[in-house]
């Protein structure tokens, strides 16, 4: 069955490094997403991308992060100075096969720990 | 913009017993649907059952099942013969239906659901 996978698994950086999380979606998937989990709270939206831009963005989603598609399988996110706060889960999410656009399948996410 | 509530932090059931997780949202939205997302110890997002606003007829996914009350705003998830493999966090989950681009999902705080041998 497809999946969508996320590397690495778990990533350990200084405070003002940048860092860029990779997810390779569902094959056929037109639509994809990042969210974030910090410990203990709630999944929060971060941006959705599709046709090659972004559809929507939260306030989380400042100026330090952005988002790519640099070949037709993967999927980034780059935090350009991280900080302590940035501190989270990071998930990956792809939908839209042709009949459940809507439908959101998420990958085993990434830990960034940043100290 | 819309909320979703999960007013039961923690939640526990025997095992073979069923349970029934809350969930309610608030929106001026008329078309959306409805999710409940599973999240086991290794913090893995599982997509358990979804809704359509429009569908009258409540979702069922073999032993999940949701009551869904869309005048209420209310969307619940019975878990029939809880299994030990069933304790997890157990995310609701919204998202409007516009027609556009976004599917963007709106996350309740979630429920820990324990299942007792």
């Known amino acids: 069955e497809p999946e969508v996978t996320q590397t690495p698994s778990h990533q350990v950086t200084q405070m003002g490094q940048e860092v860029i999380l990779r997810c390779v979606p569902i094959?056929?998937?037109?639509?994809f997403y990042w969210y974030r989990q910090i410990l203990g709270q709630k999944v929060e939206f971060l941006v959705s991308f599709y046709n090659n831009e972004i559809s929507e963005k939260s306030e989380i989603f400042d100026d330090q992060f952005s988002v790519e598609r640099p070949d037709g399988s993967n999927f980034t996110l780059k935090i350009r100075s991280t900080k302590l706060e940035d501190s989270a889960m990071y998930f990956c999410?792809?939908?839209?096969?042709?009949?459940?656009?809507?439908?959101?399948?998420f990958g085993p996410g990434t830990r960034l720990t940043v100290t | 913009a819309q909320t979703v509530t999960q007013s039961q932090p923690e939640m526990s059931v025997q095992e073979a017993e069923t349970v029934t997780l809350s969930c309610t949202y608030d929106t001026s939205e008329n078309n959306y649907y409805l999710f409940w997302y599973k999240q086991p110890p290794s913090r893995q997002m599982i997509l358990v059952i979804r809704?359509?606003?429009?569908?009258?007829q409540n979702a069922t996914e073999n032993r999940f099942s949701v009551n869904f009350q869309k005048a209420a705003k209310s969307f619940s998830l019975k878990i029939s013969d809880s299994q030990l493999g069933d304790t997890a966090m157990y995310f609701c989950a919204f998202m409007k239906s516009d027609g556009g681009s976004n599917y963007k999902l709106t996350f309740g705080k979630g429920t820990l659901l324990t299942v007792n041998p």
């Open positions: 999410a792809s939908s839209g096969g042709l009949q459940l656009p809507y439908e959101q399948y």
């Open positions: 809704q359509e606003a429009y569908k009258q």
């Open positions: 094959s056929n998937h037109l639509y």
